[in-house]
């Protein structure tokens, strides 16, 4: 059964700052693994989407990694802003299609 | 990416009665999906809804609590019945993935039960 862990649980940093938000999963046999962001009490905004083959993507300020090997993928956050304020959530899709959720990061950026 | 049109955003509802909500995407697609988040919690996916034929639940969940209903490729709703306290959360709807765009998310209707 597939297990996603999301590390650390919560973090706060000062403005500015380089981050790094980790994922962890159980079955490296994954689809795809993607990154979203959740405001408080809102829906999820996809962030950055890495299939299987990939080892990288990019948008912006965020880069994600994905090493299926090890079953790790990481979301890196230049340069933060207090508005990158919400909690990020990663989730692999298995082969079967379904999408397994760890339980997110809350990030606090203070001005 | 698909679009997806969600509401209520929130509801405040009496125990024991029910509350269904409903996603409308803006194309058509294969599948679409019933998660539930519950305070502090991850996402739990309910269901998957295919048109055409039955939802196919999650260990957890069954169709007299959740029923969904799939009537064409760009619409589908999830009822929350006979609604307990424990009911409380959030419910989100997603479509199977959009080209390179992947899973894309309902904006989330806010439950609470008293």
């Known amino acids: 059964k597939q297990e996603v862990t999301q590390i650390p649980a919560a973090l706060s940093v000062p403005e500015g700052e380089n981050l790094v938000l980790n994922c962890s999963f159980t079955d490296s046999a994954i689809y795809n693994l993607q990154w979203f962001r959740q405001d408080p009490g809102k829906g999820l905004t996809s962030l950055l989407l890495?299939?299987?083959?990939?080892r990288e993507q990019t948008s912006g300020r965020l880069n994600a990694s994905l090493d299926k090997s090890s079953g790790r993928s990481t979301l890196y956050i230049a340069a933060s802003q207090p508005g990158d304020s919400a909690t990020y959530l990663c989730?692999?899709?298995?082969?079967?299609?379904?999408?397994?959720f760890g339980q997110g990061t809350e990030l606090s950026v203070k001005p | 990416s698909a679009v997806i049109s969600q509401k209520p955003s929130r509801d405040i509802c009496q125990r024991g009665t029910s509350l269904t909500i409903q996603c409308q995407v803006d194309?058509?697609?294969?599948?679409m999906f019933w998660y539930r988040q519950q305070p502090g919690q991850s996402l739990t996916l309910i269901a998957t809804a295919n048109q055409g034929s039955e939802a196919t639940y999650e260990s957890g969940f069954v169709i007299d609590k959740f029923p969904i209903s799939r009537p064409n490729l760009t619409f589908s709703t999830l009822t929350v019945s006979n609604m307990s306290p424990e009911d409380s959360s959030i419910y989100l709807c997603s479509v199977d993935p959009q080209g390179p765009y992947g899973y894309t998310f309902g904006s989330g209707t806010r439950l609470t039960v008293v």
């Open positions: 989730a692999v899709r298995n082969q079967g299609g379904k999408l397994i």
């Open positions: 194309s058509q697609v294969t599948m």
């Open positions: 890495i299939q299987s083959s990939q």
